[in-house]
């Protein structure tokens, strides 16, 4: 079989240098990217997966937020990929979303965001680099722990908002060591997680590369299982 393609979207300021990382990790695991963002054509009969990237803050009119004056926002990149996560899940195909991308997962299921997350957990303790240098605790009997492992992993930080109340047939799957969420995924298909680091510029960690590889394989099932059903709508047709 081909390398399954995933959609993967970008931030209009930072996608051109972001998604060529994001695409080094799909080929290392087996699949390839079709760039995706405001402005540009996303299609999800084209692909087999879904990568929502991380950038700009998501607004909080999505999830009844009060407005923060200073916040970078982009109005069309937020519904686009909140679109992209409703159809994703409504229709089966893989998703993993990455900083952003977690929080818009959460969002387009109905939960909301913490918009000043190291506020609310400690100005003191933030990390701001993409160098694995934050601890957290990846929760045992979750897919992330079947994915890379139960033991502590040591992610990076680039955030400023977090998941806060989960949105539907979502559950936490890490934390860092102040409570912070770090992680959340459905416990049932499709398959669909969310991390709040950036796994893209980890590339050299074996269990960064994994998380990739979990949503490459997904999605392959998923393209079999669509080939194989055509093929069998195909022959009952010159039947």
């Given at each position: 079989?081909?390398?399954?393609?995933?959609?993967?979207?970008?931030?209009?300021?930072?996608?051109?240098?972001?998604?060529?990382?994001?695409?080094?990790n799909?080929?290392?695991?087996?699949g390839r990217?079709?760039?995706?963002?405001?402005?540009?054509?996303?299609?999800?009969?084209?692909?087999?997966?879904?990568?929502?990237?991380?950038?700009?803050?998501?607004?909080?009119?999505?999830?009844?937020?009060?407005?923060?004056?200073?916040?970078?926002?982009?109005?069309?990149?937020?519904?686009?990929?909140?679109?992209?996560?409703?159809?994703?899940?409504?229709?089966?195909?893989?998703?993993?979303?990455?900083?952003?991308?977690?929080q818009?997962?959460?969002?387009?299921?109905?939960?909301?965001?913490?918009?000043d997350?190291?506020?609310?957990?400690?100005?003191?303790?933030?990390?701001?680099?993409?160098?694995?240098?934050?601890?957290?605790d990846?929760?045992?009997?979750t897919?992330?722990?079947?994915?890379?492992g139960?033991?502590?992993?040591?992610?990076?930080?680039?955030?400023?908002?977090?998941?806060?109340?989960?949105?539907?047939?979502l559950?936490?799957?890490?934390?860092?060591?102040?409570?912070?969420?770090?992680?959340?995924?459905?416990?049932?298909?499709?398959?669909?997680?969310?991390?709040?680091?950036?796994?893209?510029?980890?590339?050299y960690?074996?269990?960064?590369?994994?998380?990739?590889?979990?949503?490459?394989?997904?999605?392959?099932?998923?393209?079999?299982?669509?080939?194989?059903?055509?093929?069998?709508?195909?022959?009952?047709?010159?039947a």
């Amino acid at each position: 079989m081909t390398r399954p393609v995933i959609g993967v979207t970008t931030s209009r300021r930072s996608g051109w240098r972001i998604f060529p990382l994001v695409n080094l990790n799909l080929r290392l695991a087996g699949g390839r990217g079709l760039r995706w963002g405001a402005g540009r054509p996303a299609d999800l009969d084209q692909v087999d997966g879904v990568i929502i990237g991380g950038g700009d803050d998501i607004s909080p009119d999505l999830y009844g937020g009060t407005p923060v004056i200073g916040v970078r926002l982009d109005p069309e990149r937020d519904a686009l990929e909140r679109r992209l996560a409703e159809e994703a899940i409504a229709r089966n195909i893989p998703l993993l979303g990455i900083c952003r991308g977690a929080q818009m997962l959460n969002v387009a299921l109905g939960g909301d965001l913490d918009q000043d997350a190291w506020a609310t957990f400690g100005s003191d303790n933030k990390i701001r680099t993409i160098l694995p240098r934050r601890r957290i605790d990846v929760l045992d009997k979750t897919q992330l722990a079947r994915i890379a492992g139960q033991e502590d992993m040591s992610v990076n930080a680039l955030h400023t908002q977090a998941v806060q109340s989960l949105g539907e047939g979502l559950q936490v799957s890490a934390r860092d060591e102040f409570g912070m969420i770090q992680a959340v995924e459905r416990s049932r298909d499709p398959f669909a997680l969310g991390v709040q680091w950036h796994p893209e510029h980890l590339f050299y960690a074996r269990r960064q590369r994994a998380i990739f590889r979990a949503l490459v394989v997904a999605a392959k099932a998923r393209a079999e299982a669509r080939n194989q059903g055509r093929a069998v709508r195909e022959d009952a047709v010159h039947a």
